[in-house]
């Protein structure tokens, strides 16, 4: 009897912790579930404020390659010195 009563809860744990890895893992699909189609992904932070933030943000997202992130960053800074040049420290220095 004490056998019976030992593999009856052998078999009721190894079917608890079945159960408990089944609800535990993620879904492998999330698009398929059930509720009318995919819902529109959320951001994972707050919209960039800036260009350059935004050039980051697409870098990241795979909207374009490093070529085009370091060609458009350089047209920035390009267009930064164009605008407010930086006056350099030396004999021409006029602070």
Known sequence: MEVVA?????????IMGTV???FLLPDPEPEAAPGGGAAPAEPAGPAPLSLEGTLVAGLL???FSREQYRGAVARLAA????????????????T
């Open 6 to 14: 030992m593999l009856f809860l052998i078999v009721v744990a190894v």
């Open 20 to 22: 408990a890895v089944v």
């Open 61 to 63: 997202d795979g909207r």
């Open 79 to 94: 267009r930064e010195e164009e605008r407010n040049p930086m006056a350099l420290p030396g004999p021409d220095a006029t």
